[in-house]
C-alpha cells in the first residue's frame, strides 16, 4: 500500500461539507475556525503490544482506542472537540484492510462527537502499529476548562461509573467518552478540578493533589467497582476512563440528590494534610499508595499473580516495572529460564521499577559476571551462567554485602543452590517468539 493512496481514499470519506474547515487533509496544515480565542490542544499516542495487541483486538478497536483517549482527555477538562488530526506509523506488512480498518475505528468515533479529522501524517516502517491523535477543542459554552489544580481542603471527591478490570474485560477499548457528562456536571455545579482516570483512581487522584497542593481521605466502602472487580483493581487498575472531580461538598450533595445520568458516587474528601489515606469500614485509616497503572501490563490492580503470560517485550518490562515496584532492600530476585527466555528483559523492567531512569546500561552480565545500576537503592544484576562452582564464586563476588545494601537479580540462579531460598524466584517459560510465561514464587 502507498501512502498518498491512503490519503486520497481519506479524503474521499470526508464529502460532507462542514464550515468549520477552512483547509482539511492534503496541505501542510489544516486551518479550522473557532468561535472563542482559546483553543484546547491534547495530544495522545498508542502503541501495539502497549496500550492495544493488534492480532487480537484488530485494527478497528485499535484505531477507536487511540481517538477515544484523546476524547477522554477533552471531557476531563468540560470541553467540545473541535477537530483531530492523526499521525500514524504503519508497519510495512500491514494491509490495507487493516489500515482503512483502523481509521474507521477513529473516524466513526470522531464523527460521533463532532470531531472531524483534518489532517496528519503517515509513514511506514518495520515496527509495531504507532497512532498519535492530536485534537483541538474549545471551551464549552458559558463553562471554564477545569483544571486539576483547584482542589480545596473540605471538597468531595466524586467518580462517575464503575472502576476496575478495564483491561481484562476490553472495555478500555470500547469505553464512551464522558463529554456529555462532563459539560452537564459543570452546568450544574462547578468542580475544583477534574481528571480522567487513565492511571487508577489512587494514582489520578494523586495527581490531583499533587497539583492542588493537598490530600485526601479515601472511603473504601464507597469506591463503585466494576463486576467481579476488587477493591484493589478500582484503586490500581487503569484505563478506566471516568471522570474523577472534586467540589465544595454541599454543591455536591445538591449535585447527587438531582443527579438522573451515569452515576456517581462520593468516595472521599480532599484534606489540607499532604498524602492519600484509605479509611476501612471500621474507621481504620492507612495510608494508600499513589502508584499509577502502567499500560498494557499483564497484571491489573497492584495484584502479582503467580502465573503471568505476556506476548511482547513491552509486556514483559511492564511486569518487570511491577515486580521492581515492589522489591526492598536486602531481597534477592533468581531469575530461571533457558537462553532467550527474556531474564534480561525482564530485569530491565525491574530496574525502571527500582527507579533507574536510563535502562539501556541495563545488559547481560555474562562475561562480567555483576553489573550495579544506580536504582533508589543499588541495584546488582548477576549471570552466574559461566561459575564452575557458584556457591563459592558468589562469596567471591561480595554476594552477602550486595544483599545488605541493596536488591539482587540473579540470572541462571538454579546454578546454585545456596540461593533456592531466595525471596522470589521467577521461572520463565518460552512459549514464542514474542509471548513468555512467567511463574512468580514470593517466600
Known amino acids: 500500500m502507498q501512502e498518498f493512496d491512503f490519503i486520497r481514499w481519506i479524503r474521499q470519506r470526508q464529502q460532507k461539507p462542514d464550515d468549520r474547515i477552512i483547509a482539511g487533509p492534503g496541505d501542510d496544515c489544516a486551518i479550522v475556525r473557532a468561535s472563542d480565542d482559546r483553543i484546547l490542544v491534547t495530544t495522545d499516542q498508542v502503541l501495539d503490544g502497549v496500550h492495544f495487541r493488534l492480532k487480537d483486538d484488530g485494527a478497528k478497536l485499535a484505531g477507536r482506542k487511540a481517538m477515544a483517549r484523546n476524547l477522554s482527555d477533552v471531557a476531563a477538562m468540560a470541553a467540545r472537540p473541535l477537530a483531530a488530526v492523526a499521525a500514524v506509523a504503519l508497519p510495512k506488512k500491514l494491509s490495507r484492510k487493516l489500515a482503512q480498518d483502523m481509521y474507521e475505528g477513529m473516524e466513526e468515533l470522531a464523527n460521533q462527537f463532532n470531531c472531524p479529522i483534518v489532517g496528519g501524517d503517515i509513514s511506514m516502517w518495520d515496527g509495531a502499529l504507532t497512532i498519535?491523535?492530536?485534537?483541538?477543542?474549545?471551551?464549552?459554552?458559558?463553562?471554564?476548562?477545569?483544571?486539576?489544580?483547584?482542589?480545596?481542603?473540605?471538597?468531595?471527591?466524586?467518580?462517575?461509573?464503575?472502576?476496575?478490570?478495564?483491561?481484562?474485560?476490553?472495555?478500555?477499548?470500547?469505553?464512551?467518552?464522558?463529554?456529555?457528562?462532563?459539560i452537564e456536571i459543570?452546568?450544574?455545579?462547578?468542580?475544583?478540578?477534574?481528571?480522567?482516570?487513565?492511571?487508577?483512581?489512587?494514582?489520578?487522584?494523586?495527581?490531583?493533589?499533587?497539583?492542588?497542593?493537598?490530600?485526601?481521605?479515601?472511603?473504601?466502602?464507597?469506591?463503585?467497582?466494576?463486576?467481579?472487580?476488587?477493591?484493589?483493581q478500582a484503586l490500581g487498575d487503569g484505563e478506566d476512563y471516568e471522570l474523577l472531580f472534586t467540589m465544595d461538598a454541599r454543591k455536591a450533595d445538591e449535585l447527587l440528590a438531582q443527579w438522573r445520568g451515569v452515576k456517581l458516587s462520593r468516595v472521599g474528601t480532599i484534606t489540607a494534610r499532604k498524602g492519600i489515606m484509605m479509611i476501612d469500614s471500621d474507621g481504620h485509616a492507612a495510608p494508600l499508595s499513589v502508584k499509577g497503572w502502567e499500560h498494557g501490563r499483564a497484571d491489573a490492580g497492584g495484584e502479582l499473580p503467580e502465573v503471568v503470560t505476556t506476548r511482547s517485550p513491552a509486556d514483559t518490562r511492564k511486569l518487570g516495572r511491577k515486580i521492581g515496584s515492589l522489591l526492598k532492600k536486602g531481597d534477592v530476585v533468581s531469575l530461571i529460564g533457558d537462553l532467550g527466555a527474556g531474564k534480561t528483559v525482564l530485569v530491565r523492567g525491574i530496574a525502571q521499577g527500582l527507579g533507574l531512569d536510563d535502562d539501556s546500561l541495563v545488559s547481560s552480565p555474562t562475561y562480567v559476571l555483576a553489573q550495579e545500576y544506580p536504582g533508589n537503592i543499588p541495584i546488582y544484576h548477576l549471570d552466574i551462567y559461566r561459575l564452575l562452582d557458584a556457591n563459592v564464586e558468589l562469596e567471591a563476588l561480595g554476594l552477602d554485602e550486595m544483599i545488605q545494601q541493596g536488591v539482587v537479580l540473579v540470572e541462571w540462579a538454579d546454578r546454585a543452590p545456596r540461593l533456592a531460598g531466595a525471596k522470589w524466584e521467577i521461572r520463565i517459560e518460552l512459549l514464542s517468539p514474542r509471548s513468555r510465561r512467567f511463574h512468580i514464587r514470593r517466600r
Open 132 to 182: 498519535t491523535i492530536t485534537i483541538l477543542a474549545t471551551p464549552a459554552s458559558g463553562i471554564e476548562p477545569v483544571l486539576r489544580s483547584g482542589a480545596k481542603p473540605g471538597d468531595a471527591v466524586i467518580v462517575s461509573g464503575a472502576l476496575g478490570r478495564s483491561w481484562k474485560t476490553d472495555r478500555h477499548l470500547t469505553f464512551t467518552p464522558r463529554i456529555a457528562e462532563s
Open 186 to 232: 459543570c452546568a450544574k455545579a462547578r468542580p475544583s478540578a477534574m481528571i480522567d482516570i487513565s492511571d487508577g483512581l489512587a494514582g489520578d487522584l494523586g495527581h490531583i493533589c499533587n497539583e492542588s497542593g493537598v490530600g485526601a481521605d479515601l472511603l473504601a466502602s464507597q469506591i463503585p467497582c466494576s463486576d467481579g472487580a476488587t477493591l484493589a
